[in-house]
């Protein structure tokens, strides 16, 4: 992609991107939030999201493996070389913002992926993965047992509600 398309495509908005990536492939289920910032690399028919999926800001999912330009240069036999995988996400998934999925990997149902994370291999269903790697640091039961005292039922209140309880409950 050259310097023009690039710009173009990172000022593109986030629900026109989605439509081009589903004409290319892509594979989305309902009720899913895609925040602007995201990459889904350049095989889109290679990624799978299931429903209710949130994918933060900043995220990455890479189908292909760069280590092949290496490759090609070193073996003459490997001159036209690619290595792909495809990324499954499965239902009701949240992918923290800045993290990056690579090839090959599936995550599971009920998942919580952590900010910044780098996701190199599958996550079982119910489980929260942080760091780089990602490793499994609780279930989504264990996550919300240990918040259950910090989570606060505003999800439907106006910004001027939200900020007033909220400040009023982070005083205490």
Not at 33 to 55: A, F, H, K, Q
């Amino acid at each position: 992609m050259g310097l023009l398309s690039t710009l173009k495509w990172k000022l593109t908005p986030a629900d026109k991107k989605l439509a081009i990536l589903k004409k290319r492939g892509l594979t989305i289920g309902e009720g899913c939030e895609i925040l602007n910032g995201y990459e889904l690399g350049s095989e889109p028919w290679l990624v799978s999201i299931g429903d209710n999926v949130r994918i933060t800001g900043g995220v990455k999912i890479t189908t292909h493996d760069g280590g092949c330009w290496v490759l090609r240069h070193k073996y003459p036999e490997l001159a036209d070389c690619d290595r792909f995988g495809r990324v499954t996400i499965g239902d009701n998934c949240h992918i923290g913002m800045n993290a990056m999925i690579l090839p090959g990997v599936t995550i599971g149902r009920d998942c919580i992926v952590g900010a910044c994370a780098v996701v190199t291999h599958d996550v079982p269903d119910g489980t929260v993965v942080a760091g780089i790697p990602a490793r499994p640091i609780c279930t989504v039961e264990e996550y919300r047992d240990k918040h259950a005292n910090e989570l606060l039922m505003t999800k439907h209140m106006s910004c001027d509600e939200k900020r007033a309880y909220v400040e009023t409950r982070l005083r205490k």
